[in-house]
């Protein structure tokens, strides 16, 4: 049997099982909110083009209405300036897209600290106990705020001071960036910055870092609970917009049956 034979068949038997790591797409889907002067994008809704009726009697049909960087979506390099030679989301490489995912689970620390940041001698550690960060592949930081994918307000957790959620420090964002051959950076919030990310240095650290590196950015992911430290493969599905700086993406883990 072949390789791809092979999985069809587990896939098919259940032994490889799909897991949807995508948080539903709707006008109450949580996202990023820039404070003033800073433009924000459009929330996401339809707009109904016929519905079994006059305009379209045997069929219906919606008009998106979208911003690139919402919901569970793929940010490309050229959505940050130190990136903006590198690739749009429809010229990032299709194998650059599918590989080997890992997670850190981080959970503990952040239920203590919403502000969290995960540093090198955290990923350093868990390299101890499960190897290096594989070649293409994707580190996923799980920290529990999934559990906030249908409340905007729980999810950006924003004060007067500005918004409290987890991410990394500019230290480990540069670390991933060059000295771990990855593909991407997933997590659980509406960036892959933590909410205090701007005070960094340079602020908005990952952002700055991986798609500078031509490493990608995945938000708003759900489920890291049911996939294992290793082992998994991502598949990660954006539209191919051209020019796109980002998009939003259906993302898909598979896992081996324990």
Known sequence: MSVLAGFASALANGSVQVVDLTNRLSA????????????????????????????????????????????????APVHWISGKDGHDVSTIPPARLVGPAVVIDVCDE?????????????????????GTLPDNGWLLLRTGWDRFADDKEACLNADETGSHTPGVTAEAAEWLATQRPISGFGVETVGIDAGRGAELDPPFAAHYHLLGNDKYGLTSLQNLALLPPTGAVIVVAPLPIVGGTGSPARVFALIEKV
């Open 110 to 130: 952040v239920a203590e600290d919403p502000d969290f940041l995960l540093d090198v001698s955290h990923i350093e550690a868990w390299e101890d106990e499960h």
């Open 28 to 75: 109450d889907t949580p996202t990023l909110r820039l404070p003033e002067p800073f433009a924000n994008l459009i929330d996401f809704s339809l707009e109904e083009v016929s519905a079994y009726n006059e305009p379209g009697p045997f069929w219906k049909h919606h008009n998106i209405h979208t911003g690139e960087h919402i919901g569970t979506h793929l940010d």
